[in-house]
């Protein structure tokens, strides 16, 4: 088992910074392909920024430019660094992980981020 926990939501204006941590523990070794999802009041929840098995990363169109994703192996923590913030970027934010021999995602419980002056 794999465990996620979320933190550095909160209330910021636009234009402003904020950092996004995911601490994991557990069976860490067994997973890959880490990312960043948020899902806005009455949408989907969509792929913001992730690393691939292959170390590669990714990022919604939204965000290129904006958003940065990093990790820290030691630490066993995926960060989302997050600047220019926009009112549209307001949404639930949660950290996944994929499982290498079965492909099972784990997810983590999610903290709020609110973009509004």
């Known amino acids: 088992q794999v465990q996620l926990v979320e933190s550095g939501g909160g209330l910021v204006q636009p234009g402003g910074s904020l950092r996004l941590s995911c601490a994991a523990s557990g069976s860490v070794f067994s997973i890959n392909g880490m990312g960043w999802y948020r899902q806005a009041p009455g949408k989907q929840r969509e792929l913001v920024a992730g690393f691939t098995s292959g170390g590669s990363t990714n990022y919604a169109n939204s965000v290129k430019g904006r958003f940065t994703i990093s990790r820290d192996n030691v630490k066993k923590t995926l960060y989302l660094q997050m600047n220019s913030l926009k009112p549209e970027d307001t949404a639930v934010y949660y950290c996944?992980?994929?499982?290498?021999?079965?492909?099972?995602?784990?997810w983590g419980q999610g903290t709020q981020v609110t973009v509004s002056s």
């Open positions: 996944r992980a994929r499982r290498d021999y079965d492909g099972y995602l784990y």
